[in-house]
């Protein structure tokens, strides 16, 4: 008989609300092993969410969930047995992960791998049957194969087989087996439906120019006559170009000339601004020695 640490005792009592007596022993029966421990619980029906799992769930909530920038949304029924858990917070958080979790697995399709149909599954086993790789195997071989291949599609398809995207070491079953043991009811996943912006609608290109010509009833303008416009329009500048530039050829020609009249006349102008000055400032000593004599 194998040693049974404590925590690990509690680690099973957490997931599956059972005695700590009965986790030990049913640890004790599968060499310490989690997964092991759970199914011999439920063997012996000691799990209470599986002595709760014949209850009749008719209360619960609607919850919804939109994805940021308003693309996937995400409605979802939880139930449980009474209005009083249907109210608490733990039970409203339960509905809103949920919600979430279907939200960001899009392959998910139901809630269980017992509700998808028998035509779903014939179909995926056929898919399965009929690959390449299958081709060269014999018959006993190649219907194991496809069966492993099958319950592994079928789970990808089911909600309560998703890892938890918040805890991927649990199920969503496991999320809500934890919840049933921590509120003392039976908690069922009944249905939901996911909205993803667009899905389903063939998006009809148009051209713009063309409705809006439709629509005023003129005609629309062909895609060629752009391109025709521009370049007869490049054209006429280049030939407009030469006599354009041949006039102010002689304008510029005539402008030196009257540039270097402006120069010379410039120092004649300076010389006589300097030399009235003096003649100012001579005049004024005279009229001094003047003024003395008399």
């Not at 779903?120 to 060269?136: H, P, Q, T, Y």
């Not at 996943?189 to 148009?206: D, L, P, Q, Y």
């Not at 629509?215 to 030469?242: F, I, L, M, R, Y």
């Amino acid at each position: 008989m194998a040693d049974i640490p404590a925590k690990l005792v509690k680690e099973l009592r957490d997931k599956t609300n059972a005695g700590f007596g009965d986790c030990k022993k049913a640890l004790e029966a599968t060499d310490g092993n989690i997964e092991k421990a759970i199914e011999w619980l439920r063997q012996k029906g000691i799990t209470s969410a599986e002595k709760k799992a014949g209850k009749i769930t008719a209360e619960g909530l609607v919850e919804q969930y939109i994805h940021t920038g308003g693309r996937i949304g995400v409605l979802v029924e939880v139930n449980c047995q009474t209005d009083f858990v249907a109210r608490n917070e733990a039970f409203k958080a339960l509905a809103k992960d949920v919600a979430m979790q279907i939200a960001a697995c899009p392959n998910v399709e139901y809630v269980k791998v017992e509700d998808i149909p028998a035509d779903v599954v014939a179909k995926e086993k056929e898919i399965e049957m009929g690959r390449d790789d299958m081709a060269n195997k014999p018959q006993n071989i190649r219907e194991k194969i496809v069966e492993g291949r099958i319950e592994k599609r079928l789970k990808e398809l089911s909600l309560l087989d998703q890892p938890y995207i918040k805890d991927q070491s649990i199920t969503v079953a496991d999320l809500v087996k934890q919840n049933i043991a921590s509120l003392g009811e039976n908690i069922q996943i009944r249905r939901f439906v996911r909205f993803v912006m667009g899905e389903g609608i063939e998006k009809e290109e148009t051209d713009f120019a063309a409705e809006v010509a439709a629509q005023t009833g003129a005609a629309a303008p062909k895609p060629e006559e752009p391109s025709t416009t521009v370049t007869e329009t490049v054209e006429v500048e280049k030939v407009d170009a030469p006599p354009a530039a041949s006039e102010p050829t002689a304008a510029t020609a005539a402008e030196p000339a009257t540039v270097s009249e402006v120069e010379d006349a410039e120092p004649v102008a300076a010389a006589e601004t300097i030399e009235a000055p003096k003649t100012k400032t001579e005049s004024k000593p005279k009229s001094d020695k003047k003024k003395k004599k008399k």
